[in-house]
């Protein structure tokens, strides 16, 4: 199988590569831009949009130009490899996966072109206090009328809606709370009245929100697909996350496993780089073989995430989030090891990748979460 980048996706690494680096000089910087009023410069997201990266998800139908998984895996690496602070995953991946492959012709050609000049930011709502990750565990309730639907409810841990112009929120319009039926996904202007926002800062830099709605007010035309079948297409966007996860992982353990083979063959102790002991040694070859393992692991996420057997694309998707937390855990411990006291202080940049793939080992699931899933699809093809 040839994993070699065509042209097209070469020049897209090397100039997102570019720019990051450029962005992102130092952790100083990083902490600077982090510190803006919505928890990144307006003028980064603008060099973003500049760069063409938001028309990576949609058709070239839509005027832009139709790039996959593969393209958005290096725009991700980038992201992780940098510590980028703008909400690149929440508008290109989830926000835009939702409005792809959900949305009407009629509502890509409403909204696509502002998301893809940079002019609107996406966010998706769908976690609740008492749902960890069931998807299906959905409370937010919404309601027909004569001229569209009423929103009632709470979502937590808002991937940046203090800074998106529009939100992709799943709500039930009938059923039981736990059932997989009656449940939607809707477009909500993060203006609109009723809609309340408390954001916070994450612990890796990033930003969060709790959302309320009162008595939201939304057209008809609001729902992407079907108002009572929206959970597939749910499913389907969270997969692509953890698609895009994986290559964050993937960039954030390149760096931080450079920064700790520089650390041992700069820090002495008996008069002699640390990096000459054999033990340390091997223990820098196991971070660089869960590095090598991930980075399979994204790969083979790029591969599924478009598959259309939807069993066995949730069963490999479940495994790559299995693998690259445990990566996550394994490369980010052992970095803080080799590194002793210095790899937990906040002054230092490896600190702060180790928070950030803590946090991606419990985004879109943990490895329990993911371990029902895979033992559950494999119940599924045995049954078959």
């Excluded at 910087?29 to 980064?44: I, S, V, Y």
């Excluded at 997989?180 to 909500?188: E, P």
């Excluded at 590095?291 to 490999?316: C, H, I, K, N, W």
Aim: charge should be negative; glycine fraction near 10%.
């Amino acid at each position: 199988m040839d994993f070699d980048l065509n042209e097209d996706q070469s020049l897209l690494r090397d100039s997102i590569e570019r720019l990051s680096a450029d962005l992102y000089p130092s952790l100083e910087k990083r902490m600077a831009h982090a510190k803006a009023p919505l928890g990144f410069p307006e003028g980064n997201w603008a060099k973003f949009a500049e760069l063409g990266i938001f028309g990576l998800p949609f058709s070239e139908e839509d005027g832009r130009f139709g790039g996959g998984p593969v393209e958005t895996m290096l725009v991700m690496e980038a992201v992780g490899r940098h510590l980028v602070v703008e909400p690149v995953l929440p508008t290109l991946v989830l926000g835009a996966t939702a409005l792809r492959l959900g949305g009407s012709a009629a509502q890509r050609a409403r909204y696509a072109p502002d998301v893809i000049a940079g002019t609107l930011r996406l966010t998706l709502a769908h976690t609740e206090r008492q749902s960890r990750y069931d998807l299906f565990d959905v409370a937010t309730a919404v309601r027909r009328t004569g001229e569209g639907y009423v929103l009632n409810g709470a979502k937590s841990v808002v991937p940046n809606a203090d800074s998106a112009g529009m939100m992709v929120v799943s709500a039930r319009l009938s059923g039981g709370r736990r059932d997989r039926a009656g449940i939607g996904l809707f477009l909500v202007p993060a203006d609109a009245p009723g809609v309340s926002v408390s954001p916070y800062p994450t612990q890796d830099g990033g930003r969060a929100a709790e959302v309320a709605f009162t008595d939201v007010a939304l057209p008809a035309d609001s729902a992407l697909g079907d108002p009572e079948g929206g959970l597939p297409l749910l499913e389907r966007v969270i997969e692509h996350g953890i698609a895009a996860l994986a290559a964050e992982a993937v960039g954030s353990m390149e760096t931080l496993h450079r920064l700790t083979v520089e650390y041992l063959k700069t820090r002495t102790q008996f008069g002699t780089a640390i990096g000459g002991f054999q033990a340390l040694q091997h223990r820098a070859v196991d971070m660089l073989i869960e590095l090598e393992q991930a980075r399979s692991m994204a790969l083979y996420a790029a591969m599924m995430v478009e598959t259309g057997d939807a069993q066995a694309r949730a069963a490999a998707l479940a495994a790559v989030k299995v693998r690259i937390n445990t990566a996550c855990r394994a490369l980010g411990q052992e970095a803080v090891q080799l590194h002793g006291g210095i790899g937990m202080t906040m002054e230092y940049l490896g600190a702060h990748h180790f928070k950030r793939l803590a946090m991606i080992a419990t985004q879109f699931g943990d490895t329990p979460h993911h371990l029902r899933t895979i033992t559950d699809a494999e119940d599924g093809l045995l049954a078959a």
